[in-house]
């Protein structure tokens, strides 16, 4: 088992093919900033976090917080699909309908990709 780890690790730790090296570099200095923010590694200058040292289980933003956050916004998600759908059951709605009834007043919704154009978007002209 322990021979399995190891080897998903190296291939964390290999550079995609044709990516720019200040691309790269730009990707880990945003990262490694993110990081500093939820103080899940040190301050500038107080630990050596050069060549990924920074990179082990846990210090990623997917690490243990970051799928527990992931994981309470998907329950979030499924528990607000689920009273759209009773909603729409006892107005005798489609799930489709019941979600533009709900949300026609606002121009963006929240989707797992982030704020998006909301379809059902009406927009009252005075």
Do not use: H, W
Request: glycine letters at 12%.
């Amino acid at each position: 088992m322990a021979g399995t780890a190891g080897s998903r690790n190296m291939a964390f730790r290999r550079l995609p093919e044709g990516l720019p090296q200040p691309v790269l570099n730009k990707l880990n200095g945003l990262n490694v900033d993110v990081l500093r923010q939820y103080e899940l590694i040190p301050p500038k200058g107080s630990a050596n976090i050069q060549g990924g040292r920074y990179l082990f289980p846990g210090r990623s933003i997917f690490g243990t917080m970051g799928r527990t956050v992931l994981y309470l916004g998907i329950v979030e998600g499924l528990l607000i699909d689920y009273g759209t759908y009773f909603r729409a059951e006892s107005c005798g709605r489609t799930f489709g309908e019941q979600f533009a009834e709900d949300n026609r007043n606002y121009r963006y919704i929240m989707t797992p990709l982030g704020l998006l154009p909301n379809p059902s978007y009406i927009e009252e002209i005075y």
